[in-house]
């Protein structure tokens, strides 16, 4: 393949990366919507983030199988446009339930996006070129978090409704892939290579799902969870997302390298980086220097975390299966987003007696460090083997 054909590609990736950062559009003004609609459920408020979950779960799993009937460009092309269309609506009326609504159905962009990037990876990469672009992959979803929360903060100190016009990047991207991606054709699925799942791509699902159920805490809270002087800050919010998200920048580039050193405990030393960020928010929340520090080791934790555990799904089985295993991880995922902000605050509540932005992170800081035990456990026992 020429270069210029993989620079095209590599454009697409990051297209498609940036979709996926729109699920975090409206996470710098979480604050300034709870005060808008005051008799809405602060679950409810939070679920903007992750009630696109829902939808990507099932579209996620119908990707597998589209895959086999539709190209993956036509698939990504209408990715961008529903991102795009999604993000609009909510402009026209003032109502929390058309904005959830349109960040439900959102979902269908960013299960179609979550799974299929993945699939072009593999599809066109392959060996250590691979592990490097997936590096790039995740630097650029930390790239699309970045612009999206930033901006959306920005937008945002002008009254909330503003940070939706950042969803114009679900359009740009559309048009960037039509250009850029070359026509993939259908996926395969002859004789022997029926699309077929595995244990380690279950389990790894399985800690998929774990990471998120905390990581995505520091998304949904952080808004809120800034206090003294920074309080009711969007700007501050935005910037604190987009550090999370630059972050990941930062570890998409050296990834190889990080790889290279935890080996086979990439995942769990992934989910304990949380541990230590999340322990930063919950000590420090008016001081903005430990507050960037925390976000920096959260971001850290998603790019790693990410991109290791795509590779290891994709490498653990067939070509014709690789959108399957991707959209099986993306599901363990969505799922773990879509029912954080129950679990935790009605966990929180139980075992504190109260709901408060701390006590959630205490327990997501609880619950990641038992999982990277967890899975230290798991990557131990196949080492042995």
Request: aromatic share 8%.
């Amino acid at each position: 393949m020429r270069r210029s054909e993989k620079i095209k590609i590599i454009i697409s990736i990051v297209c498609i990366s940036f979709i996926q950062g729109l699920q975090f559009c409206v996470s710098p003004v979480l604050g300034q919507i709870q005060e808008h609609y005051p008799r809405v459920d602060v679950s409810m408020i939070q679920m903007l983030i992750t009630a696109p979950a829902l939808l990507s779960m099932a579209v996620s799993v119908a990707c597998g199988w589209l895959v086999l009937k539709i190209d993956k460009k036509k698939l990504l092309v209408f990715a961008g446009m529903t991102a795009g269309i999604t993000g609009f609506l909510p402009f026209l009326a003032d109502s929390f339930w058309l904005l959830f609504a349109a960040r439900a159905v959102y979902g269908v962009a960013m299960g179609l996006a979550t799974t299929l990037n993945v699939a072009v990876v593999a599809e066109f990469f392959e060996g250590e070129e691979r592990v490097s672009v997936m590096g790039i992959q995740a630097a650029s979803v930390g790239a699309g978090m970045v612009v999206v929360t930033t901006a959306g903060g920005m937008l945002g100190t002008r009254g909330f409704q503003n940070a939706y016009f950042i969803n114009v990047i679900g359009f740009i991207a559309m048009l960037l892939i039509a250009v850029c991606l070359p026509q993939t054709g259908t996926a395969k699925d002859r004789g022997s290579e029926k699309i077929r799942l595995n244990q380690k791509v279950f389990i790894t699902s399985f800690f998929g799902m774990l990471e998120f159920l905390f990581l995505i805490t520091f998304t949904t809270n952080i808004a809120m969870h800034i206090s003294g002087e920074l309080a009711g800050s969007t700007a501050v919010s935005g910037n604190l997302t987009g550090v999370f998200s630059g972050a990941q920048i930062v570890m998409g580039m050296i990834l190889g390298y990080v790889t290279r050193i935890a080996k086979r405990y990439t995942l769990p030393v992934a989910m304990l980086s949380f541990t230590t960020g999340g322990i930063l928010l919950i000590l420090f929340p008016s001081n903005i220097v430990p507050l960037m520090l925390g976000a920096v080791l959260c971001g850290f934790s998603q790019g790693m975390f990410i991109p290791t555990a795509m590779v290891e799904v994709s490498n653990a089985v067939t070509a014709s299966s690789t959108a399957m295993a991707s959209a099986c991880f993306s599901c363990a995922m969505c799922l773990g987003q879509l029912i954080s902000p129950t679990v935790l605050n009605r966990t929180a509540q139980i075992v504190f007696g109260e709901t408060t932005t701390t006590n959630v992170y205490i327990t997501a800081v609880i619950g990641m460090t038992a999982a990277a035990l967890l899975a230290a456990v798991w990557k131990s026992q196949k080492t042995a083997d």
